[in-house]
Each structure stands twice: as structure tokens, then as C-alpha cells.
Nanobody, 126 residues
Framework: QVQLVESGGGLVQAGGSLRLSCAAS????????VGWFRQAPGKEREFVAA????????SYADSVKGRFTIYRDNAKNTVYLEMNSLKPKDTAVYYC???????????????????WGQGTQVTVSS
């Protein structure tokens, strides 16, 4: 079992930055791929970014490439999502998630993730 808690959301103006944190407890966190997803009102939850347990491999949705950076600190059991050049369309509830298996394979499908945090709201004003 893995417990995930997101923090760091808030209200920011377009062009601003935020750093989200995902703190994990439970099973050996350092052996899990971790992903970030987001869900805007009336829309499906969509993939944002993922990182392997070593931090050596990452993947991003095209919509955030070059603006967002995912990285992790296994000593702190925490994964971060650094978000720069924020746009109003980035407004959503952001969730971190982990799969049940310890495979190092990056994945971007909701269905492949088992454990989810409660989410943190990010609002970008124009």
C-alpha cells in the first residue's frame, strides 16, 4: 500500500510558477514510477508527466513540454512538479499517482496507476 499526499497548489497569474510536491508513505516508494495527472472541470483526467524510480527517465505530455519539470528526491520520499510559464489552460486539480508494480516502465495511462493522492488545486488567472 502506498499513500500519496499532494501540496503546493494555489492561485497564480499567467506566466508565473508553482512547485507541486507529492509526499509518499507506505511501501518502498523509491521503487515506484510516479506520475502527475490533472483534471479540469468537465474534462477527463489527463496525463502530465512521469518519472522512473531512479529519476533518470521522464516523460511529458506535449502540452507541458519545456514548461514543466518532474523530479524526485527518494531520500525524502517526495516527487516534485516544477511548473513554469503557467497558462490559464493549466488550471486543474493536479494528482500524483503510482502503479501497483515496481516496473521501471514509464506509463501515461490512468488505468495503469493504482494509488492516487487527493489532489491539489492549481488556478492560473489571465
Amino acid at each position: 500500500q502506498v499513500q500519496l499526499v499532494e501540496s503546493g497548489g494555489g492561485l497564480v497569474q499567467a506566466g508565473g510558477s508553482l512547485r507541486l510536491s507529492c509526499a509518499a508513505s507506505g511501501r518502498t516508494f523509491s521503487r515506484f514510477v510516479v506520475g502527475w495527472f490533472r483534471q479540469a472541470p468537465g474534462k477527463e483526467r489527463e496525463f502530465v508527466a512521469a518519472v522512473t524510480w531512479s529519476g533518470g527517465l521522464t516523460s511529458y505530455a506535449d502540452s507541458v513540454k519545456g514548461r514543466f519539470t518532474i523530479y524526485r528526491d527518494n531520500a525524502k520520499n517526495t516527487v516534485y512538479l516544477e511548473m513554469n510559464s503557467l497558462k490559464p489552460k493549466d488550471t486543474a486539480v493536479y494528482y500524483c499517482a503510482a502503479p501497483a508494480d515496481s516496473s521501471a516502465r514509464l506509463r501515461d495511462l490512468r488505468e495503469e496507476y493504482t494509488y492516487w493522492g487527493q489532489g491539489t488545486q492549481v488556478t492560473v488567472s489571465s
